[in-house]
């Protein structure tokens, strides 16, 4: 759940006693200038500062505020299981990912927009022949907004999919064919006999900014390389933000970067004490 920006402020506004990071020494209060000196008497964009600051701050995107026909899911579960394929072998080919736990990280993110295995979700407009017709795929230019007819894909991915991720794995680790592991994982969905689709509402595709995408896919790839959670919001929403909230947001940022580290150096004392960690015991 994506909380509304006043909400956002509000709960910013709530942290205005940790604005300030304190020094290591005599607990006193340091201003920001002091804390980021590369901000004294500067203003910069709230994209740049954004950016300049690595804000470890999770993706928001608003939900989509259609809902999602089972109906739909079910009538684009056969061509979502045979594109996930197509995928799976795809990535699998261009990332020459040969190991059982990274093809198994691969399979896991094929239904979900979240990872680069899965955006194909969205690259993809669901279209009905006439108005009586098969529900089709068609792909578009770039990466669109995720969507009822997007979310439809996922489920029908996942639903495709379920209990049958340890075969794809396998597969894949033999060096099967796309066409193969079609034949083999989506033969059941897709000899299923469907009731007729009674109403097919088909949405617009809208595409999305590809500096956007750009940069989810570098805070997703940071993510991966540091283990470090890292938010991304919205241009608009950055728009909107005063100075202060970002302010706020990098001081609550510098403040948790600090804890992190003292945290790890107190493990690694104990470690060298050789006293187990509390996860260990």
């Keep these: 759940f994506c909380p509304p920006l006043p909400a956002i402020r509000e709960r910013l506004a709530s942290l205005g006693s940790h604005a300030h990071a304190r020094s290591a020494t005599g607990g006193r209060k340091k201003p920001l200038s002091m804390v980021f000196p590369r901000w004294a008497g500067r203003r910069m964009s709230p994209m740049r500062l954004l950016l300049a600051t690595g804000l470890s701050i999770t993706l928001c995107w608003q939900p989509a505020s259609a809902q999602v026909s089972k109906e739909v899911v079910e009538h684009v579960k056969c061509q979502a299981c045979e594109m996930a394929m197509l995928q799976a072998v ?4 261009e990332g020459k990912v040969k190991e059982e736990d990274a093809l198994s990280d691969l399979v896991d993110g094929l239904c979900t927009i979240k990872k680069k295995e899965g955006k194909w979700t969205a690259q993809y407009d669901i279209v009905r022949k006439g108005s009586d017709g098969p529900l089709m795929l068609v792909k578009q230019d770039g ?8 979310l439809a894909l996922q489920r029908g991915c996942a639903a495709s999919l379920k209990n049958k991720e340890e075969s794809v794995v396998s597969m894949l680790l033999k060096g099967r064919s796309a066409e193969e592991l079609q034949k083999k994982i989506c033969k059941k969905i897709c000899s299923k006999t469907l009731a007729p689709l009674k109403e097919f509402n088909d949405e617009p595709y809208h595409q999305r900014d590809p500096k956007e995408v750009e940069a989810e896919e570098r805070v997703e790839k940071m993510r991966a390389e540091t283990g470090q959670n890292f938010k991304m919001w919205s241009r608009d929403e950055i728009a909107s933000m005063s100075q202060a909230d970002i ?13 992190r580290e003292a945290k790890l150096a107190r493990e690694a004392e104990e470690k060298e004490r050789g006293i187990r960690p509390a996860t260990e015991l």
């Design 247 to 259: 302010e706020l947001e990098a001081a609550k940022d510098a403040l948790g970067a600090q804890r």
């Design 90 to 93: 795809q990535h699998a080919e």
């Design 143 to 150: 990466i669109g907004k995720c969507k009822s007819e997007c």
